[in-house]
């Protein structure tokens, strides 16, 4: 049985199909409509809802996309939804922000909208006085209108953030907190209609008996890989384990030399870790996927999927990351370039799984640059990724690490380019000459996202980028960084 | 009946008398189903309660790009639990043609297909799922033929599914032969996926004397009337359409929503019960038709001073494997081959390809962009060859206002305003001043680069089928003073319905709460054209103001009898009527007239004035009026990657007498951001076997809340009505603004020129990807590592 709020009503729900997400629960089971579906793959966000969850004693909202999210996720959850916003009859500020701007034409993408917003206003910190259209940006990038241009959406943020009160929300809050807290999990949740079966433990080593006596299972994270499977491939998943509860993996711990990442940490879990450290990969994370992804999508998931266009996979590559298996009690640790052995196709045994994935930390001597191309520069898949990490010492290359993501079919580094830059001086002759041995690396692939001649010119392109920005670091080199 | 009328003083009315209506026209008023939409209880087809017993309906397609249908197998259809039909051409009862001008276009295939997406059987069961599994287990086997998948090659071939047309002003081949210079090229422009955030949707109730009431997502009631009466093989009389509101049309449901209406009809009459059909976004994306893909061949001859002498320009419309609207579309880019420019000697061949693809389809333009995109390009290439600034090669080739301004087809282009405008925009944007910066930055920067481009935008007014230029309306005055307004015009997000209700407001003089906007109806209005070519509020808001005017003219009538005072005695305002010296409530006087049986509701209608055309000389007045525009954007282009930002644009837009400024600038920076999405990122992708790759958002990417311009200026034109006789003067608005998009990928293509000095136009086709701006970039690079060489290394002999 899996038990959770709809707004303050609670729902305890034992026969459901697991592979039911959130949307149709919303709209063909609770016969509330005000939640839209506009592609069922994540993309355009018109499905958003706001999840309220327990963190510690404090409850935290995020967004996500109900379309790619199986009913099991929202265990021991809050599920508010668009209808929930408007109070004694009076809209919610954002909402009324949204009609006073003139936020919305045909209304269809404007329930996401409102409930992105929503959690906007929401994470502001109270008493904050400023306004950072950044976060807004962030905020909508996964949410996409195809009448208004945008403009009155981001005046309506504004002024929702700005005209932040207090609503219901807060007035309910300990009540809220208190029927969260007793509906928490306290053991293996399973929710089965007689044939397909979801089962959500709450320990590692729970995790690991169930999967070793089901390795069939699918293992479901934030599912907005695998929910695809049911929603546009029209699968089914007659058994999924979701890690999506289990505390000890959604960690990110700090330690002397390393970040280790809980393999079920959702990405904007990861990102003030990895940003301090990288950089380059904080910027990238922000352009992976949108909020609604991240919220929900894990590091684990990201590899685990072994796509060939996964933009985490190349960065961690590159920066030598780790990942940690683990089946029934053994554990091993493996490069994680030696994980991903083809086109989806890892070395992970059946019933094993990802338990952590291991980030060394940044040193003074190295370099790290991470670059992301695609045709929108927000949540959409790369033609080309790549990351170079680079330990330079007295002007000579000591060690070379490039990985690139879209150019093969796998995440890889690449040998040739590495091993011409190894022991060269860090001068342009050598980076020509990198360049050139990209070409013995990789053979890329035409396809709908870019050519194979675009994606091989724009890889070296991206090897003299990380060139110059070095050499000349006051040059203009990014079009990302106009905001 | 009772008489519950509030009753003021005498004072008191005539205070409010003396205020001006708050919601009346020119008002800002906020869209009538904001609320509604912001809370989740505006209602969409998909959302409406569904009937018991309803079935849900998926369409199988081909996955042949051109094919014999060999045989249809539908039993292991029915091996599934919940079917309750599998239907195929056969099957349906009258007949099976929905092209919406010209037949081609089955409601599912007979015998052959055409395009990979073609609906070949429907499945109805009772979920959507159900349907889907069963609908895959039917046994369908084809006998491949040879597709035509490019576009070039069907107009080599002369593949053509409509004849090819032509306007012809002088003699072009002399003026060509006889100018100082001339340039010939090419270009592809892309299409474009609608991507209106609810896909299509039709939801069937049979009624008795087999009839159906459909509810469907749909600009184009009447035509999904007709063709549901056709397939049914019933009278138009059977049969209702019910259409609140569109969750975003842009064209895509003009001729396009009638699929699955007549799906949903053909089960219903079939099955006795209810049905829907609502496609997934790949099945809407596959399925469905598009913008127009063109090819443009030209040759352009012009002086020094880049003034064109003469021009020939050949456009193929890319038009799929049926003509639908293709006749219009390509006529349409053919009258805007011109934009806002004097061609000169002119020859403009519009050609109509046939290609197994998607039977494309109306789009917000409707051909227009395609054919402005063509001028526009032109005007670069003029400008890049003489080494001139491309906006003063447009300014010197503006329509003029006494001489000059006969188009390619003989219409005179009246109270052009794009002089004035153009200068003011220029003034604003403080063009020539970032020019200079722009220049001073690229010199600077070696990877990034700025563009810069002011292109203008005139965009004819009117059906281009002239028959179409007709709205209609229904308004009734009810008892306690409430109206009740119903029009031919389709809500699809624009504002439509507020306006319409603004203009019968500023008739009665009451406030718009107390109108109540119905949805479109083909029972209460009538043979209502679609809700396109821009012309919803000119056409439906006449309309209405003409059956509010007829209930008007009644009520001054029996006021005048009844307190025997001259009718210019009487005057509403804000809510109160003035009887010479007395004054009253609109509320009491209807009351009033109500007892004095006076007929409260009336009908309205309206047809377009002055316009003609004859298209066998390709010569007349097509167009009521034209809509003015002009943007000035700035790009910053990365040459490594190809990827740039969107960083400034200033739009000045002619709207004339805005009914409602706030709606006005949502369709001018939402029309300017979808037309930049088209010129941009939004690439559809066929692989070679004719499928679309680009099939959902996870491919095909519309323009984020990233891609609008980091400073974005939106003016309307002040103070300028429309001089043409419109709806208190305003102008429409739906389409004109999508192609100030085009300033957007000139100012990328002006960007990548910089790296030839401005000397060269680097050859981008649209959309302007970064890998085709890349592409343009390697092109420039090359050339300027050409023209640096030394000479000596120049003439050496091959």
């Known amino acids: ?483 | 009946m009772s008489n519950h009328v509030t009753t003021r003083t005498q004072e008191e009315i005539a205070a409010l008398f003396t205020e001006d209506l708050i919601t009346g026209v020119g008002k800002s008023v906020k869209h009538d189903s904001a609320p509604k939409h912001v809370s989740g209880e505006a209602v969409y087809v998909d959302d409406r309660l569904e009937f018991p017993n309803q079935l849900h309906i998926y369409a199988r397609m081909s996955d042949r790009a051109h094919a014999r249908i060999a045989r249809i197998d539908t039993a292991p259809c029915y091996e599934v639990p919940g079917v309750a039909i599998a239907i195929t051409a056969q099957d349906v009862p009258g007949q099976l043609d929905i092209g919406a001008v010209l037949p081609g276009d089955p409601l599912l295939a007979d015998g052959k297909v055409e395009y990979i997406g073609q609906p070949v059987i429907a499945v109805a069961a009772d979920s959507l799922e159900t349907a889907r599994k069963a609908a895959m287990a039917a046994i369908i086997e084809y006998e491949d033929l040879e597709p035509v998948l490019d576009v070039v090659d069907a107009l080599h071939k002369k593949h053509f599914v409509l004849d090819s047309h032509t306007h012809k002003r002088g003699d072009s081949a002399t003026a060509l032969a006889s100018a100082p210079r001339r340039l010939q090229g090419s270009l592809h422009i892309g299409g474009q996926e609608h991507f209106y955030l609810e896909t299509q949707v039709s939801s069937v109730m049979p009624t008795e004397d087999g009839g159906m009431i459909v509810y469907t997502s749909t600009q184009n009631p009447t035509e999904v009337q007709k063709l549901v009466a056709e397939v049914l093989g019933v009278s138009m009389n059977k049969i209702v359409i019910d259409m609140r509101r569109m969750g975003g049309g842009f064209g895509g449901k003009e001729t396009q929503a009638a699929g699955p209406a007549c799906m949903c009809a053909v089960i219903a009459h079939l099955t006795g019960r209810p049905t829907k059909m609502r496609l997934p976004r790949m099945e809407d994306m596959t399925m469905t038709g598009k913008r127009h893909p063109f090819y443009v061949e030209y040759d352009v001859g012009f002086d020094d001073d880049g003034l064109l002498h003469g021009i020939e320009i050949d456009l193929a419309g890319n038009c799929g494997y049926s003509p639908d609207l293709s006749g219009s579309i390509v006529d349409r880019a053919m009258f805007h081959s011109d934009n806002a420019y004097y061609l000169g000697d002119a020859t403009i061949n519009g050609h109509r390809c046939k290609t197994n693809l998607a039977s494309n389809t109306a789009y917000r333009g409707f051909g227009g962009p395609q054919g402005m995109v063509a001028i526009e390009e032109i005007m670069d290439a003029v400008a890049r060859e003489l080494g001139k600034d491309p906006l003063e090669v447009r300014k010197r080739n503006y329509y003029g206002k006494t001489e000059r301004n006969v188009t390619h087809y003989y219409q005179t282009v009246e109270h052009n305003m794009l002089e004035e405008m153009t200068a003011e925009l220029e003034a604003s944007s403080e063009y020539a001043k970032r020019r200079e910066e722009i220049s001073a930055f690229n010199a600077a920067n070696p990877i990034l680069k700025k563009g810069l481009a002011l292109t203008p935008v005139k965009f004819g007014i009117s059906f281009t089928a002239s028959f179409l230029n007709q709205g209609g309306a229904l308004v009734h005055v009810y008892t306690d003073g409430s109206i009740h307004l119903n029009h031919g015009g389709t809500e699809m997000g624009q504002g439509l319905n507020t306006k319409v209700a603004q203009v019968v407001a500023e008739v009665f003089q009451v406030d718009i709460e107390r109108i109540q906007i119905t949805a479109t109806n083909t029972d209460k209005v009538p043979n209502t054209s679609p809700t396109a070519a821009s012309s919803g509020t000119d056409l439906n808001g006449k309309a209405a103001q003409n059956a509010a005017q007829t209930i008007k003219q009644r009520l001054v009538e029996f006021a005048a009898r009844k307190w025997q005072i001259f009718e210019e005695d009487i005057e509403f305002k804000n809510g109160q009527v003035r009887l010479r010296d007395q004054y009253i409530s609109f509320d009491e006087l209807i009351q009033q007239a109500y007892f004095g049986q006076v007929s409260l509701s009336s009908t309205g209608f309206y047809r377009t004035p002055k316009i003609y055309y004859d298209r066998s000389q390709a010569r007349g007045r097509p167009f009521y009026y034209f809509a003015y525009g002009a943007a000035c954007s700035e790009v910053i282009v990365d040459t490594l990657t190809g990827e740039y930002k969107m960083l400034r644009s200033d739009i000045l837009h002619d709207v004339g007498a805005s009914l409602n400024p706030a709606i006005d600038i949502g369709q001018v920076e939402g029309g300017f951001v979808q037309g930049l999405g088209w010129l941009t990122m939004e690439e559809l992708v066929w692989n070679d076997k004719g499928k679309l790759m680009t099939n959902g958002p996870a491919s095909y990417k519309i323009p984020a809340v990233a891609d609008m311009p980091l400073d974005l200026r939106v003016k309307l034109v002040e103070n300028r009505k429309n001089p043409e006789d419109t709806v208190f003067h305003s102008k429409a608005v739906g389409e004109p603004p999508f192609m100030l998009g085009i300033s957007v990928w000139c100012a990328i293509k002006d960007a990548v020129a910089s790296l030839a000095d401005y000397r060269a136009q680097p050859q981008i086709d649209a959309p302007a990807t970064p890998e085709r701006v890349l592409w343009g970039v390697e092109q420039m690079r090359k050339l300027k590592q050409a023209a640096s060489k030394p000479a000596a290394t120049q003439t050496t002999p091959a």
């Open chain 1, 1 to 483: 049985m899996i038990q959770f709020l709809l707004n303050r009503e609670l729902r305890s729900e034992q026969t459901l199909d697991p592979n039911t997400t959130v949307l149709q629960y919303l709209r063909e089971h609770r016969g509330k409509t005000g939640t839209k579906e506009g592609c069922a793959s994540g993309d355009c966000g018109a499905c958003t809802v706001v999840v309220g969850e327990l963190v510690g004693d404090r409850l935290r909202y995020r967004t996500l996309n109900s379309c790619l999210t199986f009913v099991c996720a929202l265990h021991g959850k809050q599920l508010i939804t668009v209808e929930d916003l408007k109070h004694q009859g009076q809209l919610h500020s954002v909402q009324q922000a949204m009609v006073d701007c003139h936020g919305s034409q045909c209304g269809f993408c404007t329930p996401g909208f409102v409930m992105s917003l929503f959690a906007l206003q929401k994470n502001r910190g109270d008493g904050v006085q400023t306004y950072d259209p950044h976060q807004t940006h962030e905020a909508l990038a996964g949410n996409l209108c195809r009448c208004t241009g945008y403009r009155p959406i981001l005046e309506a943020a504004e002024q929702a953030c700005c005209a932040k009160q207090p609503d219901q929300f807060d007035a309910r809050e300990a009540g809220t907190i208190a029927q969260l807290q007793r509906i928490a999990p306290r053991e293996t949740a399973e929710l089965s209609d007689g044939e397909k079966r979801s089962l959500s433990p709450l320990t590692v080593a729970d995790l690991a008996e169930l999967y070793a006596a089901n390795p069939q299972a699918r293992l479901l994270a934030g599912g907005t890989d695998l929910a695809l499977e049911v929603t546009q491939f029209h699968r089914e998943l007659p058994v999924m384990i979701h890690v999506g509860q289990i505390t000890e993996m959604k960690q990110v711990q700090i330690t002397d030399r390393h970040i280790e990442i809980g393999a079920a940490a959702p990405l904007t879990d990861c990102y003030a870790a990895l940003a301090a450290e990288y950089p380059d990969f904080g910027d990238l994370l922000q352009r992976f996927a949108s909020l609604q992804i991240r919220n929900q999508g894990t590091l684990g998931g990201n590899i685990g999927n072994a796509s060939p266009i996964g933009d985490a996979p190349p960065l961690l590559i590159a920066l030598g990351a780790e990942v940690v298996l683990r089946k029934g009690d053994v554990s091993r640790t493996l490069p994680l370039e030696d994980y991903f052995l083809d086109y989806k196709v890892t070395a992970r045994q059946p019933g094993e799984f990802i338990e952590q994935i291991i980030v060394p930390r940044a040193t003074p001597d190295r370099l790290f640059r991470a670059y992301k191309v695609s045709k929108r520069l927000d949540d959409d898949i790369s033609a080309v990724c790549a990351a170079f990490d680079l330990k330079i010492t007295d002007g000579m290359i000591a060690d070379a690490r490039v990985a690139f993501g879209g150019m093969a079919a796998i995440p890889k580094r690449a040998a040739a380019c590495e091993a011409t830059l190894n022991g060269a001086p860090w001068n342009q002759q050598t980076v020509e000459a990198a360049c050139e041995a990209l070409a013995e690396d990789f053979t890329p692939l035409t396809d709908l996202r870019a050519s194979r001649e675009y994606r091989l010119l724009v890889a070296q392109n991206l090897l003299r980028k990380c060139f110059l920005e070095q050499h000349a670091p006051k040059t203009e080199t990014r079009v990302t960084a106009y905001v």
